[in-house]
């Protein structure tokens, strides 16, 4: 069957003002053929939780996806409510070992799943995550924060010490998967369904930070679960500090500190990795009928 994943984004592809890169990433792996989405999680982040499930809906109606979708639970809800997170417990209780979580909003719903079973996230096959920074992130002199992992510091912490693989896209080890408007030109069209949901995101770009594209952070973390040859391992110890992890910070451990192994992989040739990011997206733009 390939390799068997969840998604759990924060996906707001198409709602203006918000990222595009969590439906990018979920478009990515539908281009992967030996990728079985198992089920599509919704959690907050890019905006409310609402917004987000509302939104992914309507994507997956829209591409006409045969795949469930779990609604996530807000900060700080009782995890017995969030049937996202049950569903991640139940999916690595089923087939241990067998299914990948990719979570590329804030880490509630995998924080809950452990809370609802203590070794839920120890059963999965891996953790990939999108999120963290290890230095300050400068964009033209302008600074940008860390949003994913800095929304539920707690949970970050229970995700971070699970005892399956942690691998962990960092925000400045995805900043080579670079994307211009020419890229996706070139590829799909300049009047292609492609580029017309990824305009808007082109110009908030240019508004914010003096970008002429922008970095598709979320398909990092998708393209090393698939393709883990494009991406050289570096895995360090991360210290475990609610504080320090509550901006995002990724601090590599001192010696007697509480700490937690993690990869956090990085991409080894810009140009290969953006020929296969751009390859799987075109061969699920027409498997799905977008264009």
């Known amino acids: 069957m390939g390799k068997r994943v969840i998604v759990d984004f924060d996906n707001t592809m198409g709602v203006r003002g918000c990222d595009v ?5 979920l478009l ?3 281009g ?3 990728v079985q989405v198992e089920g599509i999680c919704t959690t907050y982040g890019n905006n409310k939780l609402d917004v987000v499930h509302a939104n992914t809906l309507h994507l997956v109606e829209e591409w006409g996806l045969d795949v469930p979708v779990y609604r996530g639970g807000e900060f700080g809800s009782a995890p017995e409510g969030n049937e996202a997170a049950r569903f991640i417990a139940d999916a690595t209780r089923k087939d241990p070992e067998q299914v990948s979580v990719i979570a590329t909003g804030s880490m509630t719903n995998l924080g809950c799943a452990r809370d609802l079973d203590p070794d839920a996230l120890n059963r999965a096959e891996g953790l990939y995550l999108m999120g963290g920074i ?3 992130l400068v964009i033209n002199g302008h600074i ?3 949003l994913n992992l800095s929304c539920d510091a707690r949970a970050v912490r229970a995700t971070l010490s699970a005892a399956c ?4 896209a960092t925000a400045q080890n995805c900043m080579p998967a670079f994307f211009g408007k020419d890229d996706l030109e070139r590829t799909f069209g300049s009047d292609s369904w492609m580029t017309r949901t990824c305009a808007y ?3 908030d770009m240019e508004d914010a930070y003096l970008w002429d594209g922008w970095v598709c952070w979320d398909v990092v973390t998708a393209a090393y679960a698939v393709h883990p040859e494009l991406f050289e391992d570096a895995p360090f110890n991360v210290t475990l500090n609610e504080t320090l992890l509550g901006v995002g910070y990724l601090e ?5 500190a509480p700490a937690a192994r993690i990869n956090a992989p990085v991409i080894k040739n810009p140009a290969a990795f953006k020929q296969n990011v751009l390859t799987a997206w075109k061969r699920a733009v027409d498997r799905l009928g977008l264009d």
Do not use: I, N, Q
Request: one cysteine or more; charged letters at 30%.
């Open 21 to 25: 890169d969590d439906g990018l990433a």
């Open 28 to 30: 990515y792996l539908l």
């Open 32 to 34: 992967c053929p030996d």
């Open 134 to 136: 290890t230095e300050s």
């Open 144 to 146: 940008m924060d860390e």
């Open 165 to 168: 693989p942690v691998h962990v």
């Open 201 to 203: 995101w082109f110009s």
């Open 252 to 256: 590599r451990a001192r010696e007697g």
